[in-house]
């Protein structure tokens, strides 16, 4: 009997390998392929997220141990991938599947263009029964070596192919409590202990990541599974839904794509601190930013540009899209009426710093 009966529609599943699986396990692809097999026939598309490239790289250019140079990193993701993909290749395509390699880096989802040019092409790769096996483009991207993780990657691809459940794939049971037992279903209030300031001794990549990115999936509409990957059969039982891993159910209202990139994709350039009055108006959710509430200004940023809105205690309240830089911001700060004409003139009356469009409030 299926004791998440949501889980039974899933019609479109990502599921997110990490290297540890990969290094450790290779007859790991083979056994995913025959459950990604089982789940199309169920009419389901599934996209394969999967760390391993420098895992499986380092050893091959002569190295000792994994490096730490961010060229020797980059190197050993050149010499892996092919050894990655060509496991997939064999195992997928034992099974009457196509795999197609998809490597992307941060600054492809965060360019709106390169966002959809990569949207489309996840799209016509589903539609046409294969199955994209996305990976960071390590070579390239310094910054995702140094700091991104797969978790954050699969929740940004979640609005790209329109998923209704992501799989996190790690080596425990699930999210684990105090006494070291599975947590079934993950609570809001549960998930903002996890992620509070003092969980950081999980460590970069480790639950505190998974619990972060699947904050961020389930805002996009999906539901999202912590689950053990040496686990026969998991995400068929996901599917099927049994009780098996850690659910994190959707939360509240899911965001369009565009909103989704704006609070999640895009990296904040800088801060806005804003007065009582405004963080009210901002949770109502009606209202835009205008100069009268911001009291102060950190960060450097241009118009455009990701910014974060805070109120006087510190905590977020939202991020969005400003229409002004650093410097316009902090000269319109505090201002209306005669004041803020007298620095911007004319345009003074339309003046807003982060239209309501562009906002997306923090939950």
């Known amino acids: 009997m299926a004791v998440r009966p949501e889980l039974l529609k899933t019609r479109r599943l990502i599921v997110k390998i ?37 895992a499986l790289g380092w050893n091959r250019l002569g190295y000792k141990a994994k490096p730490k140079e961010v060229g020797q990193l980059q190197a050993s993701a050149a010499a892996g991938q092919s050894v990655l993909m060509r496991r997939y290749d064999e195992a997928f395509g034992a099974v009457g599947l196509t795999p197609a390699q998809v490597l992307l880096s941060y600054a492809d989802l965060a360019d709106r263009e390169r966002l959809n040019n990569a949207r489309e092409a996840l799209g016509a790769l589903l539609d046409a029964n294969a199955v994209p096996i996305i990976n960071e483009n390590d070579t390239v991207a310094t910054d995702e070596i140094r700091f991104g993780d797969n978790d954050q990657l699969a929740s940004m691809v979640v609005p790209l192919v329109g998923a209704d459940l992501l799989v996190l794939l790690t080596d425990v049971e699930g999210v684990l409590d105090e006494n070291s037992q599975r947590i079934p279903i993950m609570t809001a209030e549960q998930q903002m202990v996890l992620l509070a300031p003092k969980a950081d001794r999980m460590g970069s990549g480790g639950m505190a990541s998974k619990v972060e990115a699947a904050r961020k999936a389930t805002r996009s509409g999906a539901s999202v599974v912590i689950a053990p990957a040496t686990r026969p059969g998991v995400l068929n039982e996901i599917v099927a839904g049994a009780d098996v891993g850690t659910l994190f159910p959707l939360l509240g209202p899911p965001l369009k794509a565009r909103k989704h990139w704006i609070a999640f994709t895009l990296r904040p350039k800088g801060s806005l601190l804003l007065d009582a009055g405004a963080v009210r108006a901002m949770r109502e959710g009606k209202s835009s930013l205008l100069p009268i509430g911001i009291v102060g200004v950190s960060g450097e940023f241009n118009a455009g540009d990701s910014v974060r809105l805070v109120g006087l205690d510190g905590i977020e309240v939202a991020r969005g899209l400003t229409r002004l830089g650093t410097a316009d911001v902090a000269r319109a700060a505090g201002k209306k009426g005669a004041e803020l004409s007298a620095s911007f003139g004319d345009t003074a009356l339309e003046l807003v710093v982060v239209h309501k469009d562009d906002l997306v409030l923090s939950l």
């Open 18 to 54: 990490g290297s540890r699986t990969i290094a450790n396990d290779p007859d790991f692809p083979t056994r995913l392929a025959r459950q990604v097999a089982d789940l199309a026939q169920n009419k389901c598309g599934t996209v394969v997220v999967t760390s391993g490239a420098i």
